[in-house]
C-alpha cells in the first residue's frame, strides 16, 4: 500500500522561503514520476511540478524560476524547495506519484498548507 507523507508547511511572508517535503513508502520515488499539486481556497487543484524517474522535471509556468522539485533515493522522498514566495502561492500543497509519465496519478498524500502572507 502506498502511502505519501506531505510536511513543511507553514506561515510565510512575501518573499520568504519554505521547502515541503514528501516521504513515500510501499513505492519508490526513484521508479515513479512524483508531482507537487496545489489547491487554493475556491479554487481547483492545478499541477505545480513533477520530477521523472529520469530526473527531468516540469514546471507551470507561474513558479519557474521560483520553485524546484528534487529527489533523494536514499531516503526515498522528494522535495519542493519554493522561494520567492507570493500571495497567490497560498494553498494546500499535495504530493502524487504516478507508475508512468503517461499514467494516471493513482496516489496522493494528506497535503500540507502553505500560507502566505503580503
Known amino acids: 500500500q502506498v502511502q505519501l507523507v506531505e510536511s513543511g508547511g507553514g506561515l510565510v511572508q512575501t518573499g520568504g522561503s519554505l521547502r515541503l517535503s514528501c516521504a513515500a513508502s510501499g513505492r519508490t520515488v526513484s521508479g515513479n514520476t512524483m508531482g507537487w499539486f496545489r489547491q487554493a481556497p475556491g479554487k481547483e487543484r492545478e499541477f505545480v511540478a513533477h520530477?521523472?524517474?529520469?530526473?527531468?522535471?516540469s514546471y507551470t509556468d507561474s513558479v519557474k524560476g521560483r520553485f524546484t522539485v528534487s529527489r533523494d533515493d536514499a531516503k526515498n522522498t522528494i522535495y519542493l524547495q519554493m522561494n520567492s514566495l507570493k500571495p497567490e502561492d497560498t494553498a494546500v500543497y499535495y504530493c502524487?506519484?504516478?507508475?508512468?509519465?503517461?499514467?494516471?496519478?493513482?496516489?496522493w498524500g494528506q497535503g500540507t498548507l502553505v500560507t502566505v502572507s503580503s
Open positions: 520530477i521523472a524517474w529520469t530526473s527531468i522535471t
Open positions: 502524487a506519484a504516478k507508475r508512468s509519465r503517461l499514467g494516471t496519478w493513482d496516489a
